[in-house]
């Protein structure tokens, strides 16, 4: 079965200060996309970054980078520099042939930046 | 333009009503998608359409009907409201090799 598994329900980090949010998955199909989304408390669903499982290279979008280490079925979200904006659910997600085309999600993480 | 518009963004209705929420994507996907979002802010797929033919029905009450008009539209009709479907409801849309693109979604709230 198909799994994504956030351990983190909130994360506190300073502004400036990097933070990395953890996600492991599971899946036997060898061909799948992992995902990370931030929701602020607006509640917009915002793409942040994907990593295919064939890709070579780790992720970098901006400030974020995925630390993927496929042997140990993780995915990592790393932001650096943190901003008070970081302020938001981050979600972790997959999609794997097993669930034809939907994304299945973690149960997210909270991060609160301060000042 | 909005890549992913639903309506209403927020609806409050009454037990035993029915009420749709619709959904609308101008970026030529293919795939469309439904979304509940529970009060712990858990996602769980509700229903996958790709060009007007479902693909996906997760264990979701039959009172949930979607429907899917044309592959840029999947509009989600629930009948018998109950205190239990209060969520956001999040509609979504992929093409492959693209990411998913989420509505702002739809607050859901029974009373």
């Known amino acids: 079965a198909q799994k994504i598994t956030q351990t983190q329900p909130g994360m506190f980090v300073q502004e400036k200060e990097a933070v990395t949010l953890d996600c492991t998955y599971d899946t036997s199909d060898p061909s799948y996309g992992l995902f990370w989304y931030k929701q602020p408390s607006s509640g917009e669903m915002i793409f942040l970054i994907y990593q295919g499982s064939y890709d070579q290279q780790n992720a970098t979008e901006g400030r974020y980078s995925l630390n993927f280490q496929k042997a140990r079925k993780s995915a990592n979200l790393v932001i650096s520099a943190s901003q008070l904006g970081d302020s938001a659910m981050y979600f972790c997600a997959m999609r794997s042939n097993q669930a034809g085309t939907a994304l299945i999600f973690g149960k997210g993480t909270t991060l609160s930046v301060s000042s | ?111």
């Open chain 2, 1 to 111: 333009d909005t890549a992913v518009s639903q309506t209403p963004k927020y609806l409050v209705t009454q037990m035993g009503n029915d009420k749709s929420i619709k959904c609308e994507q101008n970026l030529g996907h293919d795939t469309m998608y439904w979304y509940k979002q529970d009060s712990k802010k858990f996602l769980k797929i509700m229903f996958s359409y790709n060009n007007k033919e479902l693909i996906i029905n997760e264990t979701v009450p039959n009172r949930f009907s979607p429907k899917s008009p044309d592959k840029a539209h999947l509009n989600l009709h629930i009948n018998s409201l109950e205190l239990g479907d209060s969520a956001v409801y999040f509609c979504a849309s992929s093409q492959y090799r693209d990411g998913y693109t989420f509505g702002s979604g739809t607050r859901l709230t029974v009373v």
